[in-house]
């Protein structure tokens, strides 16, 4: 089986070690690196000219390879933050998309699983954080090379000196250690109450007309933002690690240094070191125990692993795999064999057995939870069965390529999502572009043509500046699965927004001996039921009956599926 490209894996790849940019991230590694080189060698140019200097010997050349060290930091240092400005940049739009193909790939099993806002907060906040994870791995060695090399060159200018260094050292490495882990612990909990409230503001937003026609908006305002002292502590309990940890390393590491100056100053009484030697090995000794950019670069990379380990949980969501058949000729056959569907821990059907004959219309009836959306998601492979099978003219639909079965099956819904380009664009929408006259001819098959034409920009006007009802809708949505050919169309309540009237015309356009192709029908009226071939009677997760609508309407359970009122 073939997977979208955006779910052949679950982890980020190469982004843990080098990042989308490996080329980048290797040249600024290198120039890190050689900027510490330079900041190492420094000190010892100064110590060497000041050394001449006072011999009253020629010196101009030292002078000179300090002045060119200087310049070359500077260079080096400018080279340093474009690097990683842009790596940081590429790997935050690389990590977007990544999550954004995933979260499509997977489809509304990742909303139900962690939320939009959620999902919002990960994609926008923590890619970001995460996307400075390849730029503080690659800074990191460097950030490490200013310590060592500084020790070193404490000892090749006299031993005792790096010996002062290293009897503090496992001071230092426990304090960054223990640093490295509590930022991290910290940085998680401040990411999860983010995207919590992140989560909350998402639903609120989506409910806002029902919320101010409750006049409930303090009360929602609160829940909101009820984790908010959540997040203050973990923003506090982030801060006091990170300051205790700068605290910790300012007293002891002067303390280091101190003591390198002391001890060099006892061997320049002795004559063991030159005064030169004395300055750079003061310079060395704050390279060897400043600890200040170590913990700069931890905490960063701590913020870095904290995001990305909520990007992988997103990762780790499976999307559905597709196969490499292509569909036989046929009339759309729609076939269910044993399907089991579960929502959570509910059954929501059980052993469905289905057949609708190509070319025919089925509508699909049942009280409200019955599972009538959930039987039409699997219908189209918008959701996969738990068990059993659904077939397309004799092929499981898991076994089809993914353009072949986009291309066989369309949809059409009860709140069509207009994604905002213009309105031809989200009528045509599909693997392929409809042509501009398929798709007037659909949105006159959706009773659309006429509204459109009434805009100031008729088809050009876009989506965020045509106004339009919930019918009005439903009826760009319906135009959007009437201007593809297709081998199965899925009505899921598409026509419960519109009048009676308005319903009547499509069903009749849709039913007529004109059309081609198999229509599964979500209907909640019984005209609507009236008009297909046939009727599928959902009940308690199960098909109670299958039958024309007129004699089904016989049985008195039947009638009583639908609104009080209704005539066959």
Same mark, same amino acid.
């Given at each position: 089986?073939?997977?979208?490209?955006?779910?052949?894996?679950?982890?980020?790849?190469?982004?843990?070690?080098?990042?989308?940019?490996?080329?980048?991230?290797?040249?600024?590694?290198?120039?890190?690196?050689?900027?510490?080189?330079?900041? %190492?060698?420094?000190?010892?140019?100064?110590?060497?000219?000041?050394?001449?200097?006072?011999?009253?010997?020629?010196?101009?050349?030292?002078?000179?390879?300090?002045?060119?060290?200087?310049?070359?930091?500077?260079? !080096?240092?400018?080279?340093?933050?474009?690097?990683?400005? *842009?790596? =940081?940049?590429?790997?935050?739009?690389?990590?977007?998309?990544?999550?954004?193909?995933?979260?499509?790939?997977?489809?509304?099993?990742?909303?139900?699983?962690?939320?939009?806002?959620? %999902?919002?907060?990960?994609?926008?906040?923590?890619?970001?954080?995460?996307?400075?994870?390849?730029?503080?791995?690659?800074?990191?060695?460097? @950030?490490?090379?200013?310590?060592?090399?500084?020790?070193? @060159? %404490?000892?090749?200018?006299?031993?005792?000196?790096?010996?002062?260094?290293?009897?503090?050292?496992?001071?230092?490495?426990?304090?960054?250690?223990?640093?490295?882990?509590?930022?991290?612990?910290?940085?998680?909990?401040?990411?999860?109450?983010?995207?919590?409230?992140?989560?909350?503001?998402?639903?609120?937003? =989506?409910?806002?007309? *029902?919320?101010?026609?409750?006049?409930?908006?303090?009360?929602?305002?609160?829940?909101?933002?009820?984790? !908010?002292?959540?997040?203050?502590?973990?923003?506090?309990?982030?801060?006091? /690690?990170?300051?205790?940890?700068?605290?910790?390393?300012?007293?002891?590491?002067?303390?280091?240094?101190?003591?390198?100056? @002391?001890?060099?100053?006892?061997?320049?009484?002795?004559?063991?070191?030159?005064?030169?030697?004395?300055? @750079?090995?003061?310079?060395?000794?704050?390279?060897?125990?400043? /600890?200040?950019?170590?913990?700069?670069?931890?905490?960063?990379?701590?913020?870095?692993?904290?995001?990305?380990? +909520?990007?992988?949980?997103?990762?780790?969501?499976?999307?559905?795999?597709?196969?490499?058949?292509?569909?036989?000729?046929?009339?759309? +056959?729609?076939?269910?064999?044993?399907?089991?569907?579960?929502?959570?821990?509910?059954?929501?059907?059980?052993?469905?057995?289905?057949?609708?004959?190509?070319?025919?219309?089925?509508?699909?009836?049942?009280?409200?939870?019955?599972?009538?959306?959930?039987?039409?998601?699997?219908?189209?492979?918008? #959701? =996969?069965? =738990?068990?059993?099978?659904?077939?397309?003219?004799?092929?499981?639909?898991?076994?089809?390529?993914?353009?072949?079965?986009?291309?066989?099956?369309?949809?059409?819904?009860?709140?069509?999502?207009?994604?905002?380009?213009?309105?031809?664009?989200?009528?045509?929408?599909?693997?392929?572009?409809?042509?501009? #006259?398929?798709?007037?001819?659909?949105?006159?098959?959706?009773?659309?043509?006429?509204?459109?034409?009434?805009?100031?920009?008729?088809?050009?006007?876009?989506?965020?500046?045509?106004?339009?009802?919930?019918?009005?809708?439903?009826?760009?949505?319906?135009?959007?699965?009437?201007?593809?050919?297709?081998?199965?169309?899925?009505?899921?309540? #598409?026509?419960?927004?519109?009048?009676?009237?308005?319903?009547?015309?499509?069903?009749?356009?849709?039913?007529?001996?004109?059309?081609?192709?198999?229509?599964?029908?979500?209907?909640?009226?019984?005209? *609507?039921?009236? +008009?297909?071939?046939?009727?599928?009677? %959902?009940?308690?997760?199960?098909?109670?009956?299958?039958?024309?609508?007129?004699?089904?309407?016989?049985?008195?359970?039947?009638?009583?599926?639908?609104?009080?009122?209704?005539?066959?």
């Amino acid at each position: 089986m073939t997977t979208p490209p955006a779910a052949r894996t679950t982890g980020l790849g190469p982004f843990g070690l080098l990042g989308p940019a490996p080329g980048r991230c290797v040249a600024l590694g290198l120039v890190s690196t050689a900027a510490v080189g330079a900041g %190492l060698l420094l000190p010892a140019a100064l110590g060497r000219a000041l050394d001449l200097l006072l011999a009253g010997a020629p010196a101009t050349r030292w002078v000179a390879y300090c002045a060119a060290l200087v310049l070359l930091l500077a260079l !080096l240092d400018a080279a340093e933050t474009v690097l990683g400005g *842009t790596l =940081d940049a590429r790997t935050t739009s690389w990590l977007r998309r990544r999550l954004t193909g995933h979260v499509l790939a997977v489809g509304p099993r990742a909303a139900e699983r962690f939320g939009p806002g959620d %999902l919002v907060a990960r994609l926008v906040g923590n890619a970001a954080q995460a996307g400075t994870a390849p730029t503080a791995r690659a800074a990191l060695p460097a @950030a490490l090379a200013g310590p060592v090399g500084g020790l070193v @060159a %404490l000892a090749l200018i006299d031993p005792w000196l790096a010996a002062v260094l290293l009897a503090g050292a496992p001071v230092l490495a426990l304090l960054l250690r223990a640093f490295a882990r509590d930022t991290r612990e910290c940085a998680a909990d401040y990411q999860r109450e983010q995207g919590r409230i992140a989560a909350a503001l998402a639903e609120a937003v =989506d409910g806002h007309r *029902t919320i101010r026609a409750a006049g409930a908006a303090e009360r929602e305002s609160a829940r909101v933002l009820r984790p !908010l002292p959540a997040l203050s502590r973990a923003g506090h309990r982030m801060w006091r /690690v990170q300051g205790r940890a700068a605290g910790q390393s300012v007293a002891v590491a002067p303390l280091l240094q101190l003591g390198v100056v @002391a001890v060099a100053g006892l061997l320049l009484v002795r004559h063991r070191v030159t005064v030169g030697e004395m300055l @750079a090995a003061s310079r060395y000794a704050v390279l060897a125990g400043g /600890v200040g950019m170590l913990v700069g670069q931890l905490a960063g990379l701590a913020r870095a692993r904290a995001a990305t380990g +909520r990007l992988t949980e997103v990762l780790a969501e499976h999307a559905p795999p597709h196969g490499d058949r292509t569909l036989p000729p046929g009339p759309g +056959r729609l076939e269910l064999r044993g399907v089991t569907a579960r929502r959570g821990d509910r059954v929501v059907l059980a052993g469905v057995d289905l057949v609708v004959p190509g070319g025919t219309t089925l509508a699909v009836v049942g009280r409200s939870g019955t599972g009538k959306s959930l039987l039409a998601a699997l219908a189209g492979r918008l #959701a =996969d069965p =738990d068990a059993g099978e659904v077939l397309l003219d004799g092929v499981p639909l898991r076994e089809l390529t993914h353009d072949e079965l986009r291309g066989a099956v369309r949809h059409a819904f009860d709140r069509p999502a207009l994604l905002g380009g213009t309105l031809e664009e989200e009528i045509g929408l599909g693997p392929t572009p409809a042509s501009p #006259a398929r798709v007037r001819a659909a949105a006159r098959t959706a009773h659309a043509d006429d509204f459109v034409n009434r805009l100031p920009a008729g088809y050009a006007t876009l989506c965020a500046d045509a106004p339009h009802s919930g019918g009005e809708a439903q009826r760009l949505g319906l135009a959007r699965a009437f201007a593809h050919d297709s081998r199965l169309l899925v009505l899921d309540d #598409a026509l419960s927004s519109l009048d009676t009237v308005t319903e009547a015309q499509i069903t009749t356009s849709l039913l007529g001996s004109g059309t081609h192709g198999t229509r599964l029908l979500i209907a909640h009226r019984a005209a *609507t039921a009236a +008009r297909a071939d046939a009727v599928a009677w %959902l009940d308690g997760g199960r098909v109670r009956a299958v039958g024309p609508h007129e004699k089904l309407w016989q049985l008195p359970d039947y009638r009583a599926v639908f609104a009080e009122g209704e005539e066959p």
